[in-house]
């Protein structure tokens, strides 16, 4: 009962991540021969490290469909399974895979957790981590940059384009069951040639206005460090010192900071008022860069025309919290990184800095106090 067998893989192998550092990450498959129930979990389990997740599912935790590549080099635990067998797991688990903020890490979990080694975020964004904490328990954190930029500022562009073009009231007006004529009075904002201003002009910002350019649109940016010259002549950038500069050119402004102590409520009330009534605010960064009470009062005076929001704060929002209903404001669910590529190139990551952390090699994304 609980035998491994170890297969040669004949099932179609993915392309490998340029420099994964696993090249035979997807040629070997196993499975598991023998009972899966909670009386037989101790000899279901191998003798390799444990990932522990909160969930395995399509809807919550990490997506099903990662589970078998997370298999090929660790056994996987969910938080359930590991709340009803801690004895036989709490010496196992080395690694927490974090996926959408699950499962959430504190004093108590840590302290239930003496082998941990490392945790590894599904993202960049370590916001919402208690360094701190986690650091004192000896424990490593890591995330996955750049697998994920690509994608985020397609989601940027894709929302810029949407609010823009009134995707969506076109979509509710194209579906009405009795039209006969459709209005000629819906008249949305031209993108090609528009000013767009970009507040975070790091490795996703970068790539924003690779795309922007395509629309020959005119780039401004506002970072804490310039770019290098070269850098903003290939993309045709401007740099702004002042932030408020920015606010007051473009008709279209990107937020593409991370959540630090610094940005938080980086853009309120003053910020809003600076930007044109024509302009339309997006938010692929964290919901709380931006003072939401002061965007709806903007929103709702028409101080600016709309916002485009992929991330809000809290997530999801309250059922009756007024930017859900205001017709100028297009929402979604914080997709910036949701493509079945893009996810598939964060597991193998994560499964890189993982196994770096537990043999005790560099872990290559490792996140340490600023």
């Known amino acids: 009962q609980g035998t491994k067998i170890y297969c040669t893989g004949h099932r179609q192998q ?15 498959s196993f499975c598991t021969v023998g009972p899966e129930s909670a009386t037989n979990y101790r000899e279901t ?14 809807t919550q935790g990490v997506p099903r469909r990662c589970a078998d590549v997370i298999r090929e080099h660790f056994d996987v635990a969910t938080m359930e399974e590991f709340l009803k067998n801690k004895e036989q797991l709490e010496n196992k688990i080395k690694v927490i895979f974090m996926w959408e903020f699950h499962p959430v890490v504190d004093e108590k979990l840590l302290r239930s957790l ?28 890591a995330n996955t940059p750049s697998v994920v930029d690509a994608a985020t500022a397609d989601m940027g562009m894709a929302l810029l384009l949407a609010s823009a073009r009134n995707v969506l009231e076109g979509h509710r007006i194209a579906t009405l069951p009795n039209i006969t004529v459709f209005p000629i009075n819906v008249n949305g904002m031209e993108v090609t040639g ?31 460090n310039r770019r290098p010259e070269e850098e903003e002549k290939l993309v045709g950038a401007r740099y702004c010192v002042k932030i408020g500069d920015l606010l007051q050119e473009s008709d279209f402004v990107m937020v593409v900071v991370n959540l630090t102590p610094q940005s938080r409520k980086l853009i309120g009330e003053k910020e809003l008022c600076q930007m044109k009534p024509s302009a339309t605010l997006i938010n692929i960064s964290r919901g709380a860069v931006i003072d939401q009470d002061a965007l709806v009062q903007v929103l709702q005076k028409r101080r600016i025309r709309a916002a485009a929001l992929d991330v809000t704060d809290p997530e999801p929002l309250p059922r009756d919290h007024p930017l859900l209903h205001l017709p100028n404001v297009t929402l979604t669910p914080h997709f910036g990184t949701a493509t079945d590529q893009t996810t598939l190139k964060m597991v193998d990551v ?20 600023p």
């Open 14 to 28: 993915r392309p490998r991540r340029r420099g994964s550092s696993h090249p035979k990450l997807h040629e070997f």
């Open 45 to 58: 389990m191998s003798d390799r490290a444990c990932v522990l997740v909160s969930a395995l599912s399509e």
């Open 114 to 141: 003496p082998a941990l080694k490392v945790i590894v975020n599904n993202g960049v964004g370590v916001d919402h981590y208690d360094l701190p904490l986690i650091f004192s328990f000896g424990v490593k954190l």
């Open 194 to 224: 528009a000013t767009l201003g970009i507040i975070g002009m790091g490795r996703i910002g970068y790539k924003v206005a690779q795309r922007a350019r395509g629309f020959d649109m005119k780039i401004l940016y506002h970072n804490r």
């Open 350 to 369: 994560m499964i890189e800095n993982a196994l770096a952390a537990i043999h005790g090699r560099p872990v290559p994304n490792e996140v340490l106090l």
